[in-house]
């Protein structure tokens, strides 16, 4: 029975990532590895993200005006989570709103790019 999956995200810098997670995103980091670190997990509420140091994909010219989420992240209280990072400065793609398909969403842009949805069941 699969209980958790984690993502694994790739990085040039392993070290930025990390303080963006840390600082904006309120994740802790659980560890890294090697000197200079080459890879490293983070996690809040007991669920984690990997971060590997490798040159990412090509990127998608369309990635943001497709709105082309990396992950999908459902939270418990969607208004409190987005306060929270907007106090913290985080870069918002699409702002907090109601969905068609009865959901409260935001997507926030991380340190690389990467497009995070957060949402809650309306």
């Known amino acids: ?3 958790r999956i984690a993502p694994q995200f790739f990085t040039t810098d392993i070290p930025r990532t990390l303080a963006y997670y840390e600082e904006k995103l309120g ?3 659980q560890g890294t590895w090697m000197d200079p ?3 490293a997990i983070v996690a809040r509420d007991g669920q984690a993200i990997h971060f590997r140091c490798a040159a990412p994909p090509t990127a998608n010219p369309e990635k943001y005006a ?3 989420l990396d992950a999908y992240l459902a939270v418990d209280d969607v208004e409190a989570l987005h306060a929270e990072y907007a106090s913290r400065g985080v ?3 699409r702002e907090l709103g109601d969905t068609p ?3 409260r969403e935001f997507v926030a842009k991380d340190y690389d790019g990467r497009l995070l949805a ?3 069941n309306l």
């Open 27 to 29: 994740f802790a980091c």
């Open 37 to 39: 670190p080459v890879y």
């Open 66 to 68: 497709d709105e082309l």
């Open 101 to 103: 398909w009865g959901a």
């Open 91 to 93: 870069e918002f793609a």
């Open 118 to 120: 957060f949402g809650a």
């Open 1 to 3: 029975m699969i209980r």
